[in-house]
Structures are given as structure tokens and as C-alpha cells.
């Protein structure tokens, strides 16, 4: 367990603790931000009640979750991890139900000879799980579970298929680790003494029109987000340490300023990141979040990183990514975070609006498509590789006799509970897709560096809201365009009508020495050798051309099989 949580250590800068019964072991890294006490640490142990409870994340709701146990509850802290030990004792495993937040739990409950394992609705924080003989260990990150020795790490030729097909994002519960499983969001599970175990999956938002709201026009459900966008902006600021924002000068961040500034906020801190152009693409987009940070009198930070300094920090991102992430921003993050641990531990971030309100140009087919068209609008758009393309990429061992990911996408997209073709996709891209890649990416990257980031786009009664409203309101004006009509009543609209920005990094997405060498090293080590996952004709195709491959959304296809090969190898996985 010492290996575990020493892995872990960058997640939880400012404590660590221990607890055992003699069958089961906890460890705990702590980042204080509420109850900043002893009082607060972890685990937690509760002898009256027999139960001892670890959690990564934050309970925003819980000086209400307090109030609702009532007065006859008593409390030793007043920090949120008591809040959900409490409501355990009282609700028993439909505790989840009274939380809001962001949240991986694991309580060990001596009464009932139990483990009982949740996490939160979108799947936030992390929860990695591997089952060995005779034991079952689990962590926030899959390298923890590796440094404990033990796990099969062996490549899942599925969870390959899937990382290969879209942008590297294996969704839950596979990891690109055969001997390593995610718990699903919204789910709790219970694992008795017996090695028995039962899932239950406690949220699942429909995306159909709401009978009651049958008469709403555009405005109401304006007025609606607004009020709840508001209320999730509100929420992300409970803390007994400073809360900024991170200020992409997209809409999204913007409109967060917008909406704490409207609650009253002063002195909010907040921070942007810009890089070198290159390619004939700007590197940064200071002048909008600029603007925004004068217009609301924020303590404004700009992060110019040179791209000299990106290359020495590629080795570093790739270990802490929970999971390899080829998506070419991830040192962005990395290195944003880093900057912005030195000035504030807890930020809220604009991840997730784009997959809630229909922000990103694969969604636009969709909103066209008939309800039965709604696979082939979103493959169409969106894949990287079909499975005959993937035939070329991998030996024949590692690839699957049928597509695989083309049958995950069905099973989802086909599912009742999705009025349009856009609502079937919207729900797969916010409840499979984006848990792991845009949210996995933030979490992995700021607490990397002890920073806790908060989204707002993913409250739990915001999305399940947005879920309602007619796609043909989110999909207007080239996406988000509720959250757009919102902004305009409050920010600048040349922050909002131009553009999506992307920011390019250039050693990543145009490929160059020094990294280029580090990259074809990689793919000819022996380690990848003995691995056997690529064919050596389609690595030389792209070592021959390094900048020559990229996916429909951008991503440099070498960097895709190459971080793979860096982050196996950086963990010391061979299997």
C-alpha cells in the first residue's frame, strides 16, 4: 500500500494517512481545502459505527447534507468526507443519492462485512480497480495500481481498438491495461465478504422533451440555464481556501467570470495559458481573456510558455497521465497547472459545456440526421480509424475479429431514452466519451500538481436540465447556442461570435527534433519490439512522414501510437 499511495503523492501534497482492520488496508493522500484541521484527514475511522471511509473530491452540497442528517447527528469535523460518512450511516449505499459533487468513495463497513465503492455522476474522479487472486485493490490512478506490483498489464486488445478509434479514449470500465477496470460513473458498487458483488447504477438523465416543459420557449430555457448555470457556479464555491478560474477566453470560461461576478465575487484570481503559433495557428488567446479579466477587474495571470520549454515537460506529462492521452494539449494543461499551484489550490474550468450543448463541429451532422442515422452522423465525424484501417495499423494478434468500437457506439446510440439523433449523441458523448478525455485530461493534469479543478458544465441538475431542452436550441449558431444567447447579456461579443479556438502545441501536433527522436526511439525500443502491437510497415510510413497523418479533429497520428509506447514504457509496463 506504501508504493500505492507514495504514486500518489502529487495529488495529495499536504498529508497522508493509513488504516487497517487486518483484511482490509486503506491509504490516503490529502490536499486540504475543506476543514483544514486534523480534524479533516483521512482515512477516516468512525469505532461507534464501524466504518472507516477514504475519499478523493468535493461534496458541495454538504452544509446542507449536514442540515438534512439533522440536529441528532453528531459531528467530530466539518468537513464533507463526515458529510458522506454520516449519510452512509443513515441512508445506507443510497447515500449517493443525497450528494452533490465530484466524488470517488470507497467505505469500509465492519457491521455488514462489506466494501461499498461509488462514484460521482460524471464520472470526475477517478476510480481505478484491479482484482487479484484472493484481493481486490483500488486507486485514483491506474500507475498506483501498477507500482503495487501484481497487476496483469497486459494490453486489452479491445481497449486498444477503442484508444486507436477515438482520439485515445477507452472509456469505463477498460483500461488499455487488461488487468485494470475503471467503476463506471453513477455507479455504486458493494463487494461483500464473499467476493460477491452488485453494481447499481443511481443516475441516468433522459434526453426527452419534458411534458411539463412542453410550452417553453427558447427565452424559458434561457432563463432556466441561466438560473442553473448559476447555481452550479455557486456551488463550485464552497472552500475553505480561495476558489479562481481558469480563463481560456472561450465562451465557456467567460461566461463563469461572467456568473461569479454577478454573485458578488471580488478579487478573483484567474489564469491563462499561450503558446508559440505555429503552422500559421495562434498559439494564444490572451486578447479575449483579456478582455474579460478587465471587464470584471480579475487578478489576472497570463502563462506564456516558449516551446522550448514544452519539449522537457512532455516526459513529465506522460507520467502523470492516469491513463496515456494523445490529445496534443495535455502539456498545456500540465504546464498550466503547474503555474497555477503556485498561486491557488482550487479552480473552476469550462470543461464539458461543448459535450452538454452541442459545442464541437462533429455534432452539427447529427443535427440533421433522422433518429436512425444517428451512428453514422457521429462516426462520420468523428472516428479516427474505421476497423479496416485499424487492420493496417496493428499486428494480427492485437486485432479483434469484429469492430468492436463501432458495437459500443451502436449499443448506446440505439438506446431508448433519446428523442433526436442529436440527443443520442449528446448523451453518448457526456456519459461515455467525455469522462475519458477532456474530464480525465483536467483531473489527471491539475492534480498532478495538488490543484483541484472544478466544472460547473457538469452539474449534475444542469446537465440533467440541458438534457430536456430541444437539441435544435443547442445546436444554433455553430453550437452552444443557448450558452451563447446567455453570454451575450453579459460578456463582450467578440469573445463570443468567432471562431472555436484551438490551442496548438507545436512540438506535439508538428512533430520535430528533439521529440521526433524520442518518438521513433519509443516505437523501435525493444520494449515495443517484444510488446508487438504495431506493424513495423505502418510505423515507418509515419516515422517517414511525421507531420504528413493526422485524425479528422487534428491529432498527429504518429504522436498517437507514440505516447502510447512513451507512457508503457515510462511505467515500467512490458506485459
Not at 521529440?515 to 504495431?534: M, N, S
Request: glycine content about 10%.
Amino acid at each position: 500500500m506504501a508504493r500505492m499511495t507514495a504514486a500518489m503523492a502529487s495529488r495529495g501534497p499536504d498529508g497522508h494517512g493509513s488504516w487497517t482492520n487486518g483484511r482490509v488496508a486503506l491509504g490516503h493522500r490529502r490536499l486540504t481545502v475543506i476543514d483544514l484541521s486534523e480534524a479533516g484527514a483521512q482515512p477516516m475511522h468512525d469505532p461507534g459505527s464501524g466504518l472507516t471511509i477514504v475519499f478523493n473530491g468535493c461534496i458541495y452540497n454538504y452544509p446542507e447534507l449536514r442540515a438534512e442528517l439533522g440536529g441528532d447527528t453528531v459531528f467530530s469535523s466539518t468537513s464533507d468526507t463526515e458529510g458522506i460518512l454520516r449519510a452512509y450511516q443513515r441512508w445506507d449505499e443510497d447515500f449517493v443519492d443525497h450528494l452533490v459533487g465530484m466524488f470517488a468513495v470507497a467505505v469500509v463497513d465492519e457491521r455488514r462485512e462489506r466494501v461499498v465503492m461509488a462514484r460521482d455522476r460524471l464520472g470526475i474522479k477517478p476510480l481505478y480497480i484491479a482484482e487479484l487472486p484472493g484481493r481486490l485493490r483500488f486507486a485514483s490512478t491506474l500507475p498506483a495500481l501498477v507500482a503495487g506490483g501484481g497487476v496483469n498489464t497486459s494490453i486489452d486488445e479491445v481497449a486498444l481498438h477503442h484508444y486507436l478509434s477515438w482520439h485515445s479514449i477507452v472509456p469505463a470500465p477498460r483500461t488499455i491495461l487488461r488487468g485494470v477496470r475503471k467503476l463506471p460513473p453513477a455507479t455504486v458498487r458493494v463487494i461483500d465478504a464473499d467476493g460477491g458483488r452488485r453494481d447499481r447504477v443511481y443516475w441516468k438523465p433522459d434526453y426527452v422533451r419534458n411534458a411539463g416543459k412542453a410550452d417553453w420557449s427558447v427565452d424559458d430555457w434561457q432563463d432556466a440555464l441561466h438560473e442553473s448555470l448559476t447555481t452550479a457556479v455557486r456551488r463550485r464555491l464552497v472552500s475553505d481556501v480561495p476558489v479562481g478560474v481558469l480563463l481560456s477566453g472561450g465562451v465557456d470560461s467567460s461566461l463563469i467570470v461572467a456568473l461569479l461576478a454577478e454573485l458578488g465575487q471580488e478579487g478573483l484570481s484567474t489564469f491563462s495559458i499561450g503558446f508559440d503559433g505555429a503552422g500559421g495557428e495562434e498559439g494564444d488567446e490572451f486578447r479575449y481573456s483579456d478582455l474579460i479579466a478587465e471587464k470584471y477587474g480579475t487578478r489576472h495571470h497570463r502563462i506564456s510558455i516558449a516551446g522550448s520549454e514544452l519539449v522537457p515537460a512532455i516526459e513529465d506529462t506522460i507520467g502523470a497521465m492516469t491513463e496515456p492521452m494523445g490529445t496534443q494539449d495535455v502539456t498545456g494543461f500540465y504546464l498550466l497547472s503547474k503555474t497555477v499551484s503556485e498561486h491557488i489550490k482550487v479552480v473552476q474550468s469550462g470543461q464539458g459545456a461543448d459535450e452538454v450543448f452541442a459545442g464541437y463541429a462533429y455534432h452539427q451532422p447529427a443535427g440533421t440526421a433522422s433518429r436512425r442515422e444517428a451512428l453514422d452522423a457521429f462516426r462520420g465525424a468523428f472516428l479516427d480509424r474505421t476497423h479496416e484501417q485499424i487492420a493496417d495499423v496493428v499486428e494480427p494478434e492485437w486485432y479483434t475479429d469484429t469492430d468492436v468500437s463501432r458495437a459500443l457506439l451502436e449499443a448506446h446510440l440505439d438506446a431508448p431514452g433519446a428523442d433526436s439523433a442529436l440527443d443520442a449523441v449528446l448523451r453518448l458523448d457526456t456519459h461515455l466519451l467525455l469522462v475519458d478525455d477532456p474530464v480525465k485530461r483536467v483531473d489527471s493534469m491539475t492534480m498532478a500538481w495538488g490543484l483541484e479543478a472544478r466544472v460547473p458544465f457538469l452539474d449534475q441538475d444542469l446537465v440533467t436540465l440541458a438534457a430536456q431542452c430541444p437539441p435544435e436550441f443547442k445546436a444554433t449558431q455553430g453550437g452552444k447556442g443557448i450558452p451563447k444567447d446567455i453570454a451575450r447579456k453579459v460578456i463582450p461579443p467578440e469573445v463570443i461570435d468567432r471562431p472555436k479556438g484551438y490551442f496548438p502545441v507545436p512540438p506535439v501536433k508538428y512533430l520535430a527534433e528533439p521529440l521526433l527522436t524520442t518518438v521513433r526511439e519509443a516505437l523501435r525500443a525493444p520494449e515495443a519490439k517484444d510488446r508487438g502491437l504495431f506493424r513495423a510497415d505502418y510505423v515507418d510510413l509515419l516515422l517517414d512522414e511525421p507531420n504528413g497523418h493526422y485524425s479528422p479533429g487534428g491529432n498527429n497520428m504518429l504522436w498517437q501510437l507514440g505516447v502510447l509506447e512513451l507512457w508503457l514504457q515510462r511505467h515500467g509496463i512490458t506485459g
